[in-house]
């Protein structure tokens, strides 16, 4: 039987568990703190599958979007994805063009989405200020849903020790057992664990793991913020709301999760310190477009690290250098931990590359310009100089 330890236990680490196990692989499960706990468990988490560009890697996010549902009928039930629209709007004439624009274009690549006049904000999000949409019009994308991560990588992980499987919190990896040249274990403290493949879902930590067998991977750590605010008096946001300056989704209590590029570029350097003020940052935006969070004190704020590989698109698989050494780093986990931990799952259990993954090899030379629209979104938000936008190789 194949060995494989699985570093991490967030949303892509758990699915890859979740096929491996479903595959017959024997599983063991490492994560350093607790499961979700990491980045998996502070990302704004909905779908934005028309965000996405090349169309290559559009389409592979609508097969994770679509790997969602699917993962419904294996898990028994889908209590993580919740569909609802997601309704966006521009704040001036240029950026109302460009949105427009996308909209086209993710239309003629397949994309349920329309424009519509702010007038549907009644029906679709009626917790929305109508005056807080000064376009003369919105797009609206159908098809679209948030997740409640933490739900997920429990279901995942439930799934994986229903066939199997090893599950161990607490458990940081420190070292990698090698045995000439291939990668054939973790060290975590004292413990050894032998394994025919290590596959590395560390995340923000990716580029440790692989250091511990001499490989650079091409990431970065770029830190977000998200606040939760709720639950509203009146009744929930009903939609994902894309606004300028702020993006809002509903909550599984009945409240708001607040995410801003333009708050997070004010982060620079902080992971797990000190936010001074931001979390009111985004309450105060927020409640300009939702006014019931008037009366919804932000109750939780989180900084999540992301690990962002240097042209926007995942790293999936190993280096010739380090056979044995799996690796799986995404900025859009959520979205496509069904499809990336399927296809990984397929290639570890049947030792054959899968052809939809080869353009995202890890040791694939990286262009100097980012391939995903959205990210180059978020960096036009960044100070070139802030301190977690080096890579981390």
């Excluded at 709301?241 to 982060?267: F, H, K, M």
Aim: charged share 20%; glycine share 10%; hydrophobic share 45%.
């Amino acid at each position: 039987m194949t060995r494989a330890v699985v570093v991490g236990a967030g949303v892509l680490g758990a699915c890859v568990a979740h096929h491996l196990a479903l595959a017959g692989v024997h599983v063991v499960v490492l994560e350093e703190a607790r499961p979700a706990a990491g980045t998996s468990g502070a990302t704004f988490s909905a779908d934005v599958t028309h965000l996405k560009t090349p169309y290559a890697y559009y389409r592979l996010n609508r097969q994770g979007s679509d790997g969602h549902v699917r993962l419904a009928d294996e898990l028994d039930g889908a209590p993580w994805r919740h569909p609802v629209p997601l309704v966006q709007w521009a704040a001036d004439d240029a950026a109302r063009r460009a949105l427009r624009d996308k909209a086209s274009r993710a239309r003629g690549w397949g994309h349920a989405c329309r424009l519509a006049p702010p007038s549907v904000l009644r029906d679709l999000a009626p917790a929305v200020d109508p005056d807080a949409c000064a376009a003369d019009e919105v797009v609206v994308h159908e098809n679209t849903a948030w997740f409640d991560v933490p739900r997920l990588v429990d279901a995942l992980l439930a799934s994986a020790l229903r066939h199997g499987a090893e599950a161990h919190d607490g458990t940081p990896v420190t070292g990698l057992l090698r045995a000439g040249g291939r990668v054939t274990g973790a060290v975590a403290g004292e413990r050894r664990w032998p394994a025919d493949v290590v596959v590395n879902c560390a995340g923000p930590a990716a580029a440790r793991v692989a250091g511990f067998a001499g490989v650079r991977l091409p990431v970065r750590r770029v830190p977000g913020l998200v606040a939760e605010c709720g639950p509203l008096a009146g009744g929930p946001l009903t939609a994902i709301v894309a606004a300028p300056g702020i993006d809002l989704r509903p909550t599984a209590d009945g409240g708001v999760l607040a995410l801003s590029w333009e708050v997070d570029a004010r982060l620079g350097g902080i992971v797990g310190g000190g936010v001074d003020g931001l979390p009111r940052e985004l309450h105060r935006r927020a409640r300009t477009v939702v006014p019931a969070l008037r009366s919804a004190a932000v109750a939780d704020a989180r900084v999540g690290v992301r690990p962002v590989p240097l042209d926007g698109l995942p790293l999936v698989g190993a280096v010739p250098r380090a056979p044995g050494l799996y690796h799986l780093v995404s900025h859009s986990a959520v979205t496509l931990a069904p499809v990336l931990g399927r296809l990984a799952a397929r290639e570890i259990a049947t030792g054959r590359p899968v052809p939809e993954l080869a353009a995202y090899r890890p040791d694939r030379p990286v262009p100097g310009d980012v391939q995903d629209e959205n990210l180059r979104a978020m960096d036009r938000h960044r100070p070139a100089s802030a301190p977690d936008s080096r890579p981390e190789v």
